[in-house]
């Protein structure tokens, strides 16, 4: 029975753990994460940490042409036909999408007024 009740705090931790797709105090120092650096069109970069279970991703996002410096996203994994894909919804103003296959990018934005962009980005 004692040893019932010193293996559970630990079983519990881990399932927490599970639970994010990020392991870590903050949600960019996942053990076991991807890290890519992308340099884009028009002077844009892309550094993307993916999830360990490749469910998410955090981006920080420099891209002139989106009228966006050093911006940190967080973003899903979509369906996606070919590679994969990451979206993120919860700016009014600008939808973002990020999709991947190999060593190329693309990341679009779809403004808020009707306009879209995207930009080719490579490793």
Do not use: H
Request: charged share 15%.
């Amino acid at each position: 029975m004692k040893k019932l009740l010193v293996l559970t705090p630990a079983v519990l931790a881990l399932a927490a753990c599970a639970n994010n797709p990020f392991v870590g105090s903050d949600q960019t120092g996942a053990t076991n994460q991807v890290v890519n650096s992308y340099t884009c069109e028009g002077n844009g970069k892309v550094t993307a940490a993916y999830a360990a279970d490749g469910s998410a991703a955090n981006l920080n996002i420099t891209m002139p042409k989106f009228d966006i410096s050093n911006q940190k996203v967080i973003m899903t994994q979509a369906v996606s036909g070919s590679g994969t894909r990451y979206v993120n919804n919860d700016n009014p103003k600008m939808n973002l999408q990020w999709q991947t296959k190999a060593d190329y990018g693309v990341i679009s934005a779809k403004l808020a007024n009707g306009k879209e962009y995207s930009v080719n980005c490579t490793m």
